[in-house]
């Protein structure tokens, strides 16, 4: 146990949120804790020296990507442990090759995404955001609530754009509002998709036959654009959209177009260039909720994610599979 060496490469600000003092003191009981006290452009030519002397490597968002082809064929690190979500930014396929094991906490982020979706669902559906404005906006009482009648989110149609951690999450959550299902997954079988209690269906389908319409695709070439003008001019009149996923699955020309004509209401956490440009057509939407990208942020989430990760590593120490391992397989599908 003592000559295990763990290599903590999380810069500040990220360091003291996601592992907490409890984190920190269970993975030095793990091994030797290492961590350069340096910026991550510091960092970066460093890693080959550090990395060749570890068996294990904590990462988390800030962290340059590893130079695992850099490493000796005979590296001694086994295992990287991502306390944040998406990794192909991060790991080449050659730490396969070398037989290091991957980890991340993309499942820990995704609880947070998918509670933030159903909010949204809900504030789609009930415009209490807009009704809270014309409150505070000094609109007679009366008139207050007549922006929008309002609708209940059970046994509506909803229909999800990717079958991964976040959109089954989002399942899960809507379970108790029995809401009619339908999925367009192209990874996902029908078994599967029945196993989560929705249909399995095309993507046509999908924007034609659903009152809320949420994206949970990740970024890859088969996903840039899939959707554009046409499938958004088959939503519903009144239909609710959401994305809290990445922009790149969505046109975003063609989506502004259509949610200028109105009949659309809109919740956009992810937007092509961030920080969103302060003249952005999209900031001057009233069907339109905007938020930072912020979906997968929360006290309790960064703290599990830290937490989860130093889990993962006590399980390889003891010889168990991982929790949330990603595979070679996966690498190319996801976030």
Not at 59 to 73: H, K, Q, V
Not at 122 to 132: A, F, I, S, T, Y
């Amino acid at each position: 146990m003592a000559s295990r060496r763990i290599a903590v490469l999380v810069p500040d600000p990220h360091y003291d949120r996601v592992l907490t003092a409890e984190a920190r003191a269970r993975l030095a009981t793990l091994g030797e804790v290492v961590r350069p006290a340096v910026t991550p452009h510091e960092l970066a030519p460093l890693l080959p020296e550090v990395l060749a002397g570890v068996d294990v490597c904590v990462t988390g968002w800030g962290t340059p990507p590893l130079p695992i082809a850099s490493l000796p064929a005979d590296t001694q690190l086994r295992l990287i442990a991502h306390t944040a979500g998406s990794v192909r930014r991060l790991i080449p396929q050659e730490a396969y090759t070398c037989g290091i094991q991957v980890t991340h906490a993309a499942g820990v982020i995704a609880d947070a995404v998918a509670e933030i979706t159903l909010l949204l669902m809900l504030e789609g559906l009930r415009r209490v955001g807009e009704m809270d404005r014309r409150m505070k906006a000094g609109v007679a009482f009366a008139e207050a609530g007549n922006v929008y009648p309002g609708d209940l989110l059970q046994g509506q149609r909803v229909g999800l754009v990717g079958a991964g951690y976040v959109g089954r999450r989002v399942v899960r959550l809507l379970a108790p509002f029995a809401a009619d299902l339908s999925v367009y997954d192209p990874y996902l079988s029908e078994e599967e998709a029945a196993g989560l209690g929705a249909r399995r269906i095309d993507l046509e389908t999908l924007f034609v036959a659903n009152r809320i319409v949420s994206i949970h695709a990740p970024i890859t070439p088969e996903t840039h654009h899939m959707i554009g003008a046409r499938h958004l001019a088959l939503l519903q009149e009144g239909a609710v959209f959401i994305n809290t996923a990445r922009s790149w699955s969505v046109d975003q020309e063609a989506l502004l177009a259509e949610l200028q004509r109105g009949r659309v209401w809109a919740a956009l956490d992810v937007f092509d260039a961030e920080p969103l440009h302060q003249d952005s057509p999209f900031r001057r939407l009233t069907n339109v909720v905007l938020t930072p990208h912020v979906a997968g942020r929360s006290l309790t989430t960064l703290r599990r994610q830290g937490a989860a990760m130093v889990e993962e590593i006590e399980r390889w120490s003891r010889g168990e599979p991982l929790r949330f391992p990603v595979t070679e397989a996966m690498l190319p599908v996801m976030a």
